[in-house]
């Protein structure tokens, strides 16, 4: 049985592990921080699929700058340090799936395509690390449903009547990303291949 790892929000976690179950994932851990490996910790090599969601950095009261820096600060940094504690624990042609945070219902603002291009740079640089290993990385926007995310992650693409797709279709997945984000999707997902 496969294995998966969700770290992020408190709120969305629990969610995303039971959609993952109905997947036919074996959860290893589910929870805001990535488990360390060693003692008493898992073993490298054993997580084959690992979603990533964004935390709770959203405070309403603050100002717009001071938002800005939290998600950066806080967030973004939180989320690279988790990658790179599990980075050890991923099986050879892993999944990761990252949930980018930022849009807010049917509204993509310019600090949401910031944002999304930052959790990014977080994909390429783990398909750069293991890459060769068959480990496959792809980022999807906060709007997805968890059955969505968990679908992804098993390597299918949810179309009504449509069977599963190879990873190589994840272009239709995100069919608003402007020509560069394709561009830049379709390479990661060649590097990913070779």
């Given at each position: 049985m496969p294995t998966a790892m969700v770290t992020g929000s408190p709120e969305r976690v629990p969610d995303i592990a039971i959609a993952l179950k109905s997947e036919g994932f074996d959860i290893l851990a589910a929870g805001a921080e990535a488990p360390v490996n060693?003692?008493?910790?898992?073993?490298?090599?054993?997580?084959?699929?690992?979603?990533?969601?964004?935390g709770s950095s959203?405070?309403?009261?603050?100002?717009?700058?001071?938002?800005?820096?939290?998600?950066?600060?806080?967030?973004?940094?939180?989320?690279?340090?988790?990658?790179?504690?599990?980075?050890?624990l991923l099986a050879p042609r892993a999944t990761v799936v990252l949930v980018a945070d930022g849009r807010r219902g049917e509204v993509e603002t310019p600090e949401s395509r910031a944002l999304r291009r930052l959790v990014g740079v977080l994909a390429e640089a783990i398909l750069r690390d293991h890459g060769s290993e068959g480990v496959r990385a792809t980022v999807v926007d906060e709007d997805r449903a968890p059955d969505e995310i968990a679908a992804l992650a098993r390597g299918r693409v949810l179309r009504p009547g449509a069977a599963?797709?190879?990873?190589?279709?994840?272009?239709?997945?995100?069919?608003?990303?402007?020509?560069?984000?394709?561009?830049?999707?379709?390479?990661?997902?060649?590097?990913?291949?070779?």
């Open positions: 060693g003692p008493g910790g898992l073993t490298p090599g054993s997580v084959d699929c690992y979603v990533q969601l964004p959203l405070h309403p009261d603050r100002s717009a700058v001071a938002q800005a820096r939290a998600v950066i600060a806080d967030e973004l940094l939180a989320r690279f340090d988790a990658a790179a504690r599990l980075a050890p599963a797709v190879p990873w190589s279709a994840y272009a239709e997945v995100e069919p608003g990303l402007p020509f560069a984000n394709w561009r830049d999707e379709v390479l990661c997902l060649l590097s990913a291949a070779e």
